[in-house]
């Protein structure tokens, strides 16, 4: 797969896990209820929340293209 069409392969699943799991209204809400159970929380726990969403957007970005790449080469 050359460099471009790996590009492409990424956008489209990042696309994809932003439309299915972080959108505006979803981050909104994951954020609402943790502010809720931790309504004084310091730097250091803010920064490891937004850490933690970005860990689970990684994470799913990666799932989707090495599905997406294992079923290609298997085709």
């Known amino acids: 797969m050359e460099e ?10 990042a696309d994809s896990v932003v439309a299915n799991e972080f959108t505006e ?4 809400s994951r ?10 929380a310091t730097l ?4 490891t929340y ?3 969403e970005n860990r689970a957007f990684t994470e799913a970005l990666l799932a989707q ?3 997406k790449m294992t079923k290609s080469a298997q085709d």
């Open 4 to 13: 471009k069409q790996l590009r492409a392969l990424i956008a489209d699943a």
């Open 50 to 52: 937004v850490l933690a």
């Open 25 to 28: 209204t979803q981050i909104q």
């Open 44 to 47: 250091a726990e803010a920064t």
């Open 65 to 67: 293209v090495l599905a």
């Open 31 to 40: 954020a609402a209820e943790w502010q809720k159970a931790v309504p004084n």
